[in-house]
């Protein structure tokens, strides 16, 4: 077993899966997109996890290489059915490369927020053991406005309809963030896009504000980080091999 990673940006990485990973002996491989990293063969991992980043994913122009991760994702997901976890940008991108519309949300959502599980999501091997209602942080102005054909919608909110989605049986996309760890609100709310954002949202200094109100919860965000990570990597190991 062997993970792929794609970054967009360093300090978005896969937080404290890193941890669960590294606990499991599981190695993983990072390809910094952002950075110019080349995309390797598909066929050395088993399954594709993508993380979040502050372009948006119709932004081909400033960020060319979208383009070829776009089409990665689509080998990976239609071609190989290799098991694919988007988390934010990487689920916008599973839902525009697989035919979904993406664009900008009806009003962003940053800070801690809840999503609510849909019927099919209380039922999902992904979601098991975790609360119907589910607190989480949010940091996005984009969404999937569509998803693509054949999606199930599994969580949605009072502002994004499609908070996480399942194509197939093993591609998700989840539009919040579970990854969370101590430095993540302090160090993104260093990024000037996230900083911009959440000050429009939460206004001047909120910061500071919003990282002790997440250090608080962290033992909880631990706890269905880890649950949500064991029920992916249990459909990780059950795939069958090609």
């Given at each position: ?71 990665a994702i689509r080998a990976a997901v239609v ?98 963030h579970v990854e969370v760890m101590a430095e ?59």
């Amino acid at each position: 077993m062997r993970i792929l990673v794609f970054q967009h940006l360093d300090i978005e990485h896969p937080g404290i899966f890193r941890d669960f990973l590294g606990a499991d002996g599981i190695p993983w491989d990072v390809v910094e997109l952002d950075a110019g990293d080349p995309i390797p063969d598909l066929d050395r991992y088993t399954a594709l996890v993508a993380m979040g980043g502050p372009m948006d994913v119709w932004e081909e122009d400033q960020h060319p290489w979208l383009v070829p991760e776009k089409r990665a994702i689509r080998a990976a997901v239609v071609d190989r059915q290799m098991p694919y976890l988007g988390i934010c940008l990487g689920h916008q991108l599973l839902g525009d490369a697989l035919g979904g519309r993406v664009g900008k949300a009806s009003a962003p959502e940053v800070g801690l927020m809840q999503v609510n599980l849909t019927g099919a999501g209380q039922t999902d091997p992904l979601f098991a053991g975790i609360s119907p209602v589910l607190e989480c942080l949010q940091w996005h102005g984009a969404a999937v406005l569509t998803p693509p054909p054949g999606a199930t919608v599994l969580a949605s909110s009072p502002l994004c309809d499609v908070q996480a989605m399942r194509v197939g049986r093993h591609a998700y996309g989840i539009q919040f963030h579970v990854e969370v760890m101590a430095e993540t609100v302090p160090q993104w709310s260093a990024v000037p896009e996230y900083e911009a954002a959440l000050e429009k949202v939460l206004g001047a200094g909120a910061g500071a504000t919003l990282a002790r109100e997440t250090e608080a919860r962290l033992p909880a965000f631990a706890r269905d980080a880890r649950t949500l990570y064991d029920n992916f990597m249990g459909m990780v190991r059950s795939r069958p091999r090609p």
